[in-house]
């Protein structure tokens, strides 16, 4: 970032580099969330085969009576093991969050760092910054006619504009 043409070209790409890492991160996540997701709609078919299997294999009204706590305690554990792989997403997610805003802090100093030697230096803009400028100045100094400026004026700002370029 010390040469003198990236320093504003820095601070352009700087919030599309930030924005880019943050839908990356939040695309890994919503990945992850799926897999997860994916996991327990497996595990609960798993679990539909393994119900009907023992249903069919009830030879009397005893066995059947034990089904339903089997089928609870299989459902509980499910679930716990699915909240536990929801929460271990949510811990990676926060963990990742913290380090994207630590390398944007990081980022945004560095940035901030390179303008301020680029200020200390007395060397002019560059050529292309400076064709960028006069650009917006002429566009900024240019007024439509019939727009209640004086017409003198606005054709000398014009002629200015044109024979600047």
């Not at 089997?70 to 969050?97: D, G, K, P, V, Y």
């Given at each position: 970032?010390?040469?003198?043409?990236?320093?504003?070209?820095?601070?352009?790409?700087?919030?599309?580099?930030v924005?880019?890492?943050?839908?990356?991160?939040?695309?890994?996540?919503?990945?992850?969330?799926?897999?997860?997701?994916?996991?327990?709609?497996?595990?609960?078919?798993?679990?539909?085969?393994?119900?009907?299997?023992?249903?069919?294999?009830?030879?009397?009204?005893?066995a059947?009576?034990?089904?339903?706590a089997?089928?609870?305690?299989?459902?509980?554990?499910?679930?716990?093991?699915?909240?536990?792989?929801?929460?271990?997403?949510?811990?990676?997610?926060?963990?990742?969050?913290v380090?994207?805003?630590?390398?944007?802090?990081?980022?945004?100093?560095r940035?901030?760092?390179?303008?301020?030697?680029?200020?200390?230096?007395?060397?002019?803009?560059?050529?292309?910054?400076?064709?960028?400028?006069?650009?917006?100045?002429?566009?900024?100094?240019?007024?439509?006619?019939?727009?209640?400026?004086?017409?003198?004026?606005?054709?000398?700002?014009?002629?200015?504009?044109?024979h600047?370029?």
């Amino acid at each position: 970032m010390a040469d003198q043409t990236n320093v504003p070209l820095d601070f352009l790409t700087f919030n599309y580099e930030v924005g880019l890492r943050a839908l990356t991160l939040l695309q890994e996540s919503r990945q992850r969330f799926l897999e997860v997701q994916l996991d327990a709609i497996r595990k609960d078919i798993k679990t539909s085969h393994e119900a009907s299997a023992q249903l069919a294999k009830a030879s009397d009204f005893a066995a059947l009576a034990t089904l339903p706590a089997a089928f609870l305690r299989n459902a509980a554990e499910q679930c716990a093991e699915t909240m536990q792989a929801w929460m271990s997403l949510a811990i990676h997610n926060q963990s990742a969050m913290v380090e994207q805003m630590r390398e944007t802090g990081e980022s945004w100093q560095r940035c901030q760092a390179a303008t301020l030697q680029q200020a200390g230096n007395a060397s002019p803009l560059s050529a292309p910054m400076q064709d960028i400028f006069e650009k917006f100045r002429q566009a900024a100094a240019w007024t439509p006619a019939g727009s209640g400026a004086d017409d003198s004026t606005a054709a000398t700002t014009r002629k200015r504009a044109v024979h600047a370029s």
